[in-house]
């Protein structure tokens, strides 16, 4: 029998009709590539999910007890397939027909160790928080020092970087890729629909958990490189402090400077500066595909978000100090 030519790893944990949604994409892409083989990996799902894979004829690997992470799913996914590519997805995804055709195209070049395309949100409309996240999955096209969780790559470049770390609850692709980069491998963004997202985010608890999640990456990943040679996300991290520092205290200290002066004149010039930050992130941001509206909201976003980073800056660092092993961080609703 011939061996497939892809494997599809599919990550999903009580993703529900979002996870079916996913697998018949996979079902309908385009494939003159030949034959290719379905792998669901489930992390502990309790509606069902490992089922409703089987019926798509994927092989399910369920992971049931221990630290459950996207990263080992993956690597629990990759480590049984048979194929050269690898394509990985997340169970809330969609996938675009023709985004696999094009992306094995471009491993003809031998260096290329990975290849993604655009993600968007599936329904920005449904709330604010879809709307303005829906444009952070917004990156031009051309060679990047990594990918999101979405993504072909080549067997070789994964078995030669070791996969995934299955320590990390969050950055697992950064992480993954840095050391794909240090072996030399090559990772384009091409211009092409990839999968549409459903981000199902429509409370702001919801909003701050993913922003805290992110935050807690950053610390974990720079704390893991600041000695290699080339430090992922050192900057990032002393950056996000410094700016969730002075949108804590800048405030406080304005009002208590207006109180001591008997002048609002301090509290009017600091929302004056905030305005003109907020637009002037949001005139950054202007290629992005948004009206105008929602550039300005992505920006409030922007800088709102490095308060709940910090806090997961923060759950890091006080949990290393501990030598404590972080747990799954979710934000999301069971569909």
């Not at 996914?77 to 985004?99: E, R, Y």
């Not at 096209?141 to 994964?158: H, I, K, N, Q």
């Not at 794909?180 to 549409?196: C, E, N, Q, S, Y």
Request: glycine share 6%; with cysteine.
């Amino acid at each position: 029998m011939q061996d497939p030519a892809l494997s599809v790893v599919v990550i999903g944990r009580n993703e529900g009709a979002r996870l079916v949604r996913c697998l018949e994409s996979v079902s309908a892409m385009a494939h003159p590539f030949g034959l290719f083989e379905i792998i669901y990996v489930d992390s502990a799902s309790s509606d069902g999910s490992a089922a409703k894979a089987a019926e798509f004829g994927a092989k399910v690997i369920e992971i049931t007890s221990g630290r459950m992470s996207a990263a080992r799913a993956r690597n629990a996914g990759w480590q049984a397939a048979v194929a050269p590519f690898i394509l990985f997805l997340d169970g809330d995804t969609v996938l675009h027909p023709d985004f696999v055709t094009k992306a094995l195209a471009e491993f003809e070049n031998p260096q290329v160790a990975v290849v993604w395309g655009h993600r968007r949100e599936l329904h920005p409309e449904a709330s604010l928080f879809n709307r303005v996240l829906d444009l952070n999955w917004v990156y031009p096209p051309g060679l990047t020092e990594f990918c999101g969780g979405d993504a072909v790559m080549r067997r070789s470049a994964l078995e030669q970087a070791g996969g995934f770390n299955p320590d990390l609850v969050a950055g697992e692709e950064p992480d993954l890729c840095h050391r794909i980069r240090a072996h030399g491998g090559l990772i384009p963004h091409i211009d092409v629909p990839m999968t549409g997202h459903d981000f199902a985010m429509v409370s702001f608890r919801q909003y701050w958990r993913h922003s805290f999640r992110a935050g807690h990456a950053y610390a974990e990943i720079a704390a893991r490189h600041k000695n290699s040679g080339d430090p992922l996300w050192q900057s990032a991290s002393r950056t996000n402090v410094v700016q969730a520092s002075a949108y804590m205290t800048l405030p406080a200290v304005a009002l208590l400077a207006a109180l001591l002066l008997h002048s609002w004149l301090v509290l009017f010039a600091l929302g004056g500066c905030a305005i003109a930050i907020i637009v002037r992130t949001a005139y950054k941001a202007r290629s992005k595909p948004a009206s105008p509206a929602t550039l300005l909201l992505f920006a409030i976003h922007s800088h709102f978000q490095q308060i709940p980073v910090f806090m997961g800056q923060l759950r890091y660092w006080k949990n290393a100090r501990r030598n404590w092993r972080s747990e799954l961080i979710e934000y999301k609703k069971s569909a």
